[in-house]
């Protein structure tokens, strides 16, 4: 079964303190792994996805990156705007259509 | 394209009442998921379309629930005598077919929040 930990659960920043969200994984064998935010009552917003182990994408004060066993998602000087929750989500080899299975989230807080 | 557009956005229902939730998805993707979130987890898959073909159903869609995507474009979720348990946030996504730009992506709708007396 697929399974996604996301840490750490909350995260309060300063404006322009960077920090890293971290997603373990475990699957047979991973399609893609996806990065979402999640914005309050609001449907999540598609952010980034990785295929391979190695490969980085950046996006703004956001990089996610990822190996074999888990993602990072780096955020740089950031802003209260960027306040949020961070989904992140695996996609395997075997799965029918292009189901997600999601983390738990991490709900950040960025303080002016 | 206004991309995925769900109805009711809120539903307050007595424990034991039937309710149904709409999904539009973008016009172009043929591919449908529901999803179940709860405060302070993530989504949980329940269902997924490809067209008007359900394919996959998750352990979690009791009985109680029963997804439609007739002639393939919007799908309905309906819950049956529901119970205090439902209360979620119902969300759907879609996705362009397999050979579709950016095929894999799911773009979701704003959800439908379920609270149950």
């Known amino acids: 079964e697929d399974q996604v930990t996301q840490s750490p659960e909350a995260l309060r920043l300063q404006e322009g303190e960077s920090s890293s969200l971290n997603c373990s994984y475990t699957v047979s064998g991973l399609r893609g792994l996806f990065w979402y935010r999640q914005d309050p009552g609001k449907g999540p917003e598609f952010l980034f996805t990785?295929?391979?182990a190695g490969e980085e994408k950046e996006k703004e004060r956001l990089k996610a990156t990822l190996t074999k066993k888990e993602s990072f998602l780096h955020i740089t000087a950031p802003k209260p705007e960027d306040s949020a929750t961070y989904l992140c989500a695996v996609q395997a080899e075997e799965t029918s259509g292009s189901r997600l299975t999601f983390g738990e989230g991490t709900q950040l807080t960025v303080n002016p | 394209d206004t991309g995925v557009s769900q109805d009711p956005r809120h539903k307050i229902t007595k424990r034991g009442q039937n309710v149904t939730f709409r999904c539009d998805p973008i016009s172009e993707h043929n591919r449908l998921y529901w999803y179940r979130q709860t405060l302070g987890q993530g989504p949980e898959f329940l269902t997924y379309?490809?067209?008007?073909?359900?394919?996959?159903k998750s352990r979690l869609l009791s009985d109680r629930f029963s997804a439609e995507r007739p002639k393939g474009s919007f799908s309905t979720l309906e819950i049956q005598r529901t119970e205090q348990g439902d209360s979620a946030m119902y969300l759907c996504?879609?996705?362009?077919?397999?050979?579709?730009?950016?095929?894999?992506?799911?773009?979701f709708g704003a959800g439908s929040r379920l609270t149950v007396l």
């Open positions: 996504a879609s996705s362009p077919g397999p050979l579709g730009s950016g095929a894999n992506v799911l773009t």
């Open positions: 379309f490809q067209n008007e073909a359900q394919l996959e």
């Open positions: 990785l295929y391979s």
